[in-house]
């Protein structure tokens, strides 16, 4: 099995290495992954520049580029063969509810679906990784057996790819996987205001307070119970319910 790694926390990061630890023991790993930090820039692709890949061992890539740039070079260039299978991560930090609008871990993955390869985004659900990357390196014994089962699975869904989350927990600690759906995140006080050097007013975007609320079926829940979150979301992002409903919509146009 060919399985190509990337990530949008950059090449250096803890995370990408206990993925790849995790994914070793399934196949052959290629990693193609951003210089540096690419963490909430979605699916943006470098168009108006080149990017140059820096090779940093066997099969081992660094891009001056996006998560997607990664992904798209990977596939379409550097690779002698077509993955069978994306792994994005592991993420510094949850990827649920809307934070997979934002995220560059979670649009890595979905860059691989929409070249045809299936695909997993894997976040680490953990606060300060400075305090938890010991737990960071538990979840390998976690997320190992959770990857041979995805990708072993006799129908992998089409045009779907799973956004799994870990729980900051030792891996004995956690109580098992759960399906999940994507709850909600909601934001306060994430606009914080405050002067340059110069005395000019600036804003720092990010900061403040995070609340979630969700379902008791959704990756929020499981997370705070001490369950894996596996969310499977779909490459379509059109809302069919409202399509049918809103047929009579158009009737008298
Ligand atoms: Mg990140």
Redesign the pocket.
């Known amino acids: 099995m060919r399985l190509l790694l990337t ?3 950059g090449i250096l990061a803890q995370g990408l290495e206990c993925l790849c630890t995790a994914a070793e023991a399934l196949g052959e790993v290629t990693i193609v992954a951003p210089d540096r ?1 690419q ?2 820039t979605s699916h943006s692709l470098t168009l108006h520049h080149p990017v140059r890949p820096i090779r940093r061992g066997e099969r081992r890539w660094q891009v001056d580029g996006t998560p997607t740039d990664c992904v798209m070079l990977a596939i379409e260039a550097l690779m002698p063969e077509r993955p069978d299978f994306v792994f994005s991560g592991i ?3 949850q990827n649920m509810g809307e934070d997979v609008l934002y ?3 979670v649009a890595a993955a979905m860059e691989g679906l929409s070249l045809g390869v299936p695909s997993i985004a894997i976040s680490f659900a953990g606060g300060d990784l400075r305090a938890d990357v010991s737990r960071l390196k538990e979840q390998i014994k976690v997320l190992q057996p959770l990857l041979k089962h995805l990708t072993s699975l006799p129908d992998f869904p089409r045009d779907t790819l799973f956004n799994v989350n870990l729980p900051p927990l030792a891996a004995d600690e956690v109580k098992g996987v759960r399906l999940t759906r994507l709850g909600r995140r909601v934001y306060s006080e994430s606009v914080a205001p405050m002067k340059d050097p110069w005395g000019r007013q600036i804003y720092w975007i990010g900061g403040g307070e995070i609340t979630w609320s969700g379902e008791p079926d959704s990756d929020f829940r499981a997370i705070e119970e001490g369950y894996v979150s596996v969310t499977p979301l779909h490459l379509d992002l059109t809302y069919f319910d409202v399509l049918e409903g809103a047929a009579t919509w158009w009737r008298d146009l």
Do not use: M, R, Y
């Open positions: 990530n949008d926390d930090e963490s909430a993420n510094h930090g995220s560059g871990t």
